[in-house]
């Protein structure tokens, strides 16, 4: 990763850079505990619930001025980019091993790439097309090897997918609107829609929900998910994306697969296949490739 730092300023958006990874790596290992106690669905909901009021009053507060023009494109951003993100990892993540999640994620730059030559925005050239093939062997690998992790699925792998790939939209299309508005008005547009979309949802389970058996593990989890992973991290995130260009911020993605690993083998007990080391190593590498030559 080349995210070498000259100045004090460099220094300080890479530390909130890093910070923003590591936060998002607890969260892998905390949404898969609360989500063996609340489901899938009902959790995403809570979250966005909770998400909502903890930044709405700061939204107030700023009472920020909003262009009627952006009003809408501020609504879908937020809800494609953090609200789809965050329901498609939390229902993935059900569903398959936190280490197959951790590996997806780091295709994010991948994604950027792909999103940003449809826009016309880059071209792909040759070295950037191998560094791609490299990384979805690597992905195959994960999904097709023998000793591939107890507990994954191909469908969790593929949600999880998804919300990779409608938060690196965000990141290619959000470039030019994030600049005009701060961190606090594109999160809680994100989590307000997102909340009021997955309301009916979210009423329908919890009315034969019985909450009184989750344990304060399951409730601890949801409430790191709501303040830390889906407001402050997304605060720092928007912060340094305005800061610093979109390519070299995704490049801390690559500490993602350690950073997510590392947890969820002392958190959860989740084991170390060589499927899964051969996959990892695919997957940067062809990151590595493809965003060297950008």
Do not use: C
């Not at 460099?10 to 106690?37: P, R, T």
């Not at 489901?39 to 939204?59: D, E, N, W, Y």
């Not at 999160?187 to 979309?197: D, E, P, R």
């Amino acid at each position: 990763m080349n995210a070498s730092v000259s100045t004090p300023r460099e220094m300080h958006l890479f530390v909130l850079a890093l910070l923003a990874q590591f936060l998002w790596a607890l969260n892998n290992s905390l949404s898969k505990i609360s989500a063996i106690y609340i489901p899938s669905v009902l959790l995403a909901g809570i979250r966005a619930i909770l998400a909502a009021l903890i930044i709405l009053p700061f939204f107030l507060i700023r009472k920020p001025k909003i262009k009627k023009e952006d009003f809408w494109k501020l609504t879908a951003l937020g809800l494609m980019g953090i609200g789809l993100n965050q329901f498609m990892f939390v229902v993935g993540v059900a569903r398959t091993a936190v280490t197959h999640a951790g590996l997806i994620i780091p295709i994010a730059p991948i994604l950027i790439l792909g999103v940003s030559a449809l826009m016309g925005l880059e071209k792909i050239t040759a070295p950037k097309w191998i560094g791609m093939g490299i990384a979805f062997v690597g992905v195959a690998v994960l999904q097709f090897s023998n000793s591939a992790t107890a507990g994954a699925t191909l469908m969790g792998d593929f949600l999880v997918f998804l919300g990779i790939l409608s938060f690196s939209s965000y990141v290619v299309f959000g470039k030019g609107i994030t600049r005009n508005y701060d961190g606090i008005v594109v999160n809680t547009f994100a989590y307000v829609t997102t909340a009021i979309v997955l309301l009916p949802f979210t009423l329908y389970q919890a009315k034969d929900f019985d909450f009184s058996v989750v344990p304060w593990q399951a409730w601890a989890g949801l409430l790191y998910m709501a303040i830390f992973s889906s407001v402050i991290a997304y605060l720092i995130y928007h912060y340094v994306l305005t800061h610093m260009s979109a390519s070299r911020i995704s490049q801390f993605s690559y500490l993602q697969p350690i950073m997510t690993a590392s947890l969820a083998i002392m958190l959860l007990g989740e084991p170390v296949t060589l499927a899964l080391v051969l996959s990892g190593v695919l997957v940067l590498a062809g990151v590595w490739v493809a965003e060297r030559v950008r």
